[in-house]
């Protein structure tokens, strides 16, 4: 795979971070609005203290009390929040838009996780397409990040032997509710943080979806596992049965009919989560030229010879005519459509873009993904909470998402305020992933010299 100047430069961060004395080091920063990440209102003239990576004291500036010796960083007219959980990504699967499983190495999957950082996305959850690699990385990571996203995984998800799911080339087919149960085991005695599963058909193209014998078993299996069970879904009468099997989350909307005031019932009586809608993923498949293609936000994420790619005729061409492109349009309005209805009825949701697979681009997507959620009928800053907080409370991920005493100091400094305007999220000042600055997009770019890539911010 092609290695970028982002690459180039995380890298060399993350050995001088790795290189570092163990000394316990403090910052402080004042003057800041603080969006804290629980869905309470923006804070002015904010303060916090950051001391060996996790926050020590935050609260109101006129309250700071630096220790001796630090400096305090005024951060007057910016933003802070915590950095951005994305909880549907798939790794190491691409090289530009070529996707192969060959390109799984834990190189390429760290370089993507820096990408993560670059773009203000600190954690990720990887949703069933992993490699047994995974693992050693995710310990790595949590021994310290070195300026890594930080990644939660459920290892290799189970797919019903024919249908729809998984990446070729990864062993994750089961044919009986044994076969099912004895996979989910494997995967949490390798380390998987929960359980995924698949039920679809691929619009009808493939003869069956995984059924109710099969998924009850593995959601059941998670359970005793002490794991959560998250399905990608499609239909509603999936979602319906998935619910009562006692799934935990959808990593999907519902997109072949609307839901109604039956399953929003079932899934508030058993706490489903909306976990992902997803929307981003949906919204690319209508477009023969994505439409951001030219967006310095996004152009400095990719080598040119994506944008190349993206902007060939033979490739836009080939989408236009494949037999499901005319569908996608009908299936973003009713994803949208249903997302808002589910956070209306107060049902628990996340935000996840199903990033990773070949044109679902890394970080960008999750900037992407909060505008289609605000145009969804949610406000800004319930997708920033849904993007921090409320993504770390059903990962169970207790140490990040919220701005609080003893969480890490995974932090994302913005330009403007994003709970006016949620494209502000791109407003990127500054990245810390446990108190360590990381290089943002705005600072570098891929597969080029920086100055080479566009307008910065």
């Known amino acids: 795979m092609r290695v970028s100047n982002l690459v180039r430069a995380l890298a060399l961060t993350a050995g001088a971070i790795a290189a570092a004395p163990a000394t316990a ?21 904010a303060a916090l203290i950051v001391r060996d990576g996790k926050i020590s004291w935050v609260g109101p500036a006129a309250r700071l009390k630096v220790p001796k010796g630090v400096k305090v960083d005024d951060l007057a007219g ?26 799984y190495t834990p190189e390429s999957v760290e370089r993507q996780l820096r ?23 995710v310990r790595d990571i949590r021994a310290g990040p070195a300026g890594r996203a930080r990644v939660w995984t459920a290892g290799r998800g189970v797919v019903f032997q024919g249908s729809y799911g998984g990446v070729p080339g990864l062993p994750a087919q089961v044919a009986t509710p044994a076969d099912a149960r004895a996979m989910v085991d494997r995967e949490v005695a390798k380390g998987a943080d929960f359980i995924k599963l698949w039920v ?50 959808f990593a999907h909307s519902v997109r072949d009919k609307p839901v109604d005031a039956r399953l929003l019932a079932a899934m508030k009586a058993k706490g489903v989560w909306q976990m992902a809608a997803t929307l981003s993923r949906e919204a690319s498949f209508t477009y023969d030229l994505l439409p951001f293609v030219d967006d310095p936000f996004f152009s400095r994420g990719v080598t ?30 009713t994803a949208m459509e249903n997302f808002g209805r589910e956070a209306k009825a ?5 935000m996840g873009t199903d990033s990773g697979p070949t044109a679902r681009f890394p970080g960008y997507f999750a900037h992407w ?33 919220t701005i609080q005493p003893g969480k890490a100091a995974d932090l994302l400094v913005l330009d403007r305020d994003p709970t006016r ?32 890539c566009g307008p910065a911010k």
């Open 115 to 137: 990408l993560y950082a670059a773009y203000g996305v600190t954690s990720v959850q990887v949703l069933g397409t992993d490699k047994d690699e995974i693992h050693a990385i």
């Open 200 to 249: 679809d058909d691929e619009f009808g193209s493939l003869p069956d979806r995984m059924p109710p014998a099969i998924s009850s078993a593995v959601i059941a299996e998670a359970h005793k596992d002490g794991k959560k069970a998250v399905a990608h879904v499609y239909y509603y009468d999936n979602a319906a049965e998935l619910t009562r099997e006692g799934v935990n989350g």
């Open 421 to 452: 305007d949620i494209r502000n999220t791109r407003a990127i000042d500054r990245v810390l992933i446990a108190g360590e600055s990381v290089p943002t997009i705005w600072q570098t770019c891929v597969g080029r010299p920086a100055d080479a």
């Open 346 to 350: 107060g049902i628990p949701y996340g």
């Open 369 to 401: 993904e909060l505008e289609l959620m605000v145009r969804s009928g949610i406000t800004p800053l319930q997708a920033l909470t849904a993007a921090t907080g409320s993504n770390a409370r059903f990962m169970g991920a207790a140490n990040v998402g």
């Open 304 to 333: 040119p010879q994506v944008v190349a790619d993206l902007k060939n005729p033979e490739r836009r061409k080939r989408l236009a005519s494949g037999p499901n492109f005319p569908k996608y349009p009908a299936v973003l309005k």
């Open 25 to 45: 080091k403090t910052e402080a920063f004042s003057h800041f609005t603080l969006i804290d990440g629980t869905g309470r209102a923006p804070v002015r003239d």
């Open 78 to 103: 910016k933003f802070v929040m915590p950095g951005l959980i994305d909880n549907h990504v798939h790794l190491g699967l691409v090289d530009g838009i070529a996707q192969d499983l060959k390109y």
